[in-house]
């Protein structure tokens, strides 16, 4: 799994909180963080993917939004450990969600005996 564009969300919200919530610096850190999105895809283990690297960038956002956490907070309520954790669920269910699909449409053909 690639956490990767958690951590690069994570840092951006970070840099933002260090720096001050003013909009300016905040378009130049996500720009700064998008710039870094895109040339992560370009390493091999990401297979070019950006879009996917965008959905987590936006995840761990919408996080920090709903929750009103900082990217700081302690561990029960960090938005960055959220976000990981509901990946990695929704990961999880996705998989058994494929699994179990799968067994509902394959059938097993009964050979006859002679």
């Not at 990767?4 to 919200?13: E, K, P, Q, T």
């Amino acid at each position: 799994m690639q956490y990767y564009r958690i951590i690069i969300a994570a840092l951006s919200l970070w840099a933002i909180d260090l720096i001050g919530p003013n909009p300016l610096v905040a378009a130049i850190c996500v720009g700064i963080g998008s710039a870094g999105m895109v040339q992560a895809s370009k390493l091999p283990f990401t297979h070019g993917i950006t879009p996917a690297i965008v959905w987590g960038f936006s995840q761990t956002v919408g996080t920090v939004a709903v929750t009103g956490n900082p990217v700081t907070a302690a561990v029960p309520n960090n938005p960055v450990l959220i976000a990981i954790v509901a990946m990695i669920l929704g990961n999880l269910f996705g998989y058994l969600s494929e699994a179990w699909g799968k067994a509902m449409t394959t059938s097993t053909v009964a050979t006859a005996r002679e």
